[in-house]
């Protein structure tokens, strides 16, 4: 398990077809071979290492799932393709600095805009659809590994504010449009989403207003279900 909060910026050396070779900093000699690695944000083993670099292994679904294909083909898209955010997995009695990040990337999202915004820089992706009831305003979203907090949610976009620490001390701070990232929602609210969506159709289940419009949000084919048994009884009636 992770937290979010970048330790260091390492940088690919080589790939292969299935991996990437990544230097690390001399404070990092007690990494060891099967450790666990969040590569911007992809919890990756360690198979093989040197004096100042290791391996990691990428397997067909970590390569659906992340930026590294683009890596590995040497696509650009606008930012540091060979800067790579590292965090060791979180020690027992460690300090939780960010949120739970488990280092399974779910979605490659593609950044829309960037602006600046006093001391901030403001930067808008694009929202998959599968993705959309997970990440909400001021919840927590990891890109690149990076814990965040969502400022914004629209339907196909959402946006994250970056401090200037974040920005000189991440692979985040040059990031444009065009840009990809690595996007892992917050798994309370997944785990939250899925135990909530076994109730959210039955119609017999009676909720406050504001539970039942929250759950018309995520769940927008909720009214269409009613509507259609509505109908049905109505139907019946006659």
């Known amino acids: 398990m992770f937290t979010g909060i970048v330790e260091e910026v390492g940088s690919v050396l080589a790939t292969g077809a299935t991996t990437l070779d990544i230097a690390i900093p001399a404070t990092w000699s007690d ?3 099967g450790d666990s690695i969040a590569v911007d944000g992809a919890c990756l083993t360690v198979v093989a290492r ?3 670099w290791l391996r990691v292994e990428l397997m067909p679904e970590t390569l659906r799932r992340t930026r590294f294909a683009s890596l590995i083909a040497d696509e650009r898209s ?3 393709e060979r800067a790579v955010n590292l965090e060791r997995s979180l020690p027992v009695g460690g300090r939780f600095g960010g949120h739970i990040v488990q280092g399974h990337v779910e979605a490659v ?3 829309l805009s960037t602006r600046e915004e006093g001391n901030s820089l403001v930067c808008e992706m694009a929202l998959p659809v599968a993705l959309r009831p997970y990440i909400v305003p001021k919840g927590f979203v990891a890109l690149n590994g990076v814990s965040l907090t969502v400022v914004s949610c629209l339907e196909d976009r959402f946006s994250v504010a970056l401090i200037p620490y974040t920005r000189t ?3 985040l701070g040059r990031l444009r449009p065009g840009s990809l990232l690595n996007l892992e929602s917050d798994i309370l609210g997944r785990y939250l989403v899925q135990l909530v969506g076994h109730y959210a ?3 017999q289940l009676q909720l406050p207003e504001a539970a039942s419009d929250a759950l018309d949000w ?3 084919e909720r009214n269409k279900a009613g509507e259609g048994e509505g109908e049905g009884a ?3 009636e006659g």
Do not use: A, I, W, Y
């Open 31 to 33: 990494v060891k071979l």
């Open 50 to 52: 040197g004096e100042d």
């Open 78 to 80: 606008g930012q540091d």
């Open 109 to 111: 999202v593609t950044v």
């Open 169 to 171: 001390h991440t692979n």
């Open 201 to 203: 159709f039955s119609t």
């Open 218 to 220: 995520v769940f927008p």
């Open 234 to 236: 109505k139907r019946q």
